[in-house]
């Protein structure tokens, strides 16, 4: 090999392992993101007690959480009857 083949050889080389190191830290980014979001989502469920079965979707999407989360009938206990204020 001429000394520009090898010089080509190694810098591919380097190119390659560049490239490489950059998609495993981007794997690496994306699973820690998603341990944090189950974390997240985990530790809220445990605050409310609820029984009911997370949503996949609902656990990527902050906003569709949150909805899925609303409770209305949380308080119904709390509220009294109508007819009692009269």
């Given at each position: 090999?001429?000394?520009?083949?090898?010089?080509?050889?190694?810098?591919?080389?380097?190119?390659k392992?560049?490239?490489?190191?950059?998609e495993e830290r981007e794997a690496?980014?994306?699973q820690?993101?998603?341990?944090?979001?189950q974390?997240q989502h985990?530790?809220?469920q445990?605050?409310?007690?609820d029984?009911?079965?997370?949503?996949p979707?609902?656990?990527?999407?902050?906003?569709?959480?949150?909805?899925?989360?609303?409770?209305?009938?949380?308080?119904?206990?709390?509220?009294?009857?109508?007819?009692?204020?009269?």
């Amino acid at each position: 090999m001429t000394d520009a083949q090898v010089k080509t050889w190694f810098q591919n080389r380097r190119t390659k392992w560049r490239r490489q190191t950059a998609e495993e830290r981007e794997a690496e980014r994306q699973q820690a993101n998603r341990l944090m979001i189950q974390l997240q989502h985990d530790a809220f469920q445990k605050s409310l007690g609820d029984s009911m079965p997370p949503d996949p979707l609902c656990i990527h999407n902050s906003s569709l959480f949150a909805l899925q989360n609303l409770q209305p009938w949380a308080d119904e206990g709390k509220l009294q009857p109508v007819s009692s204020l009269v």
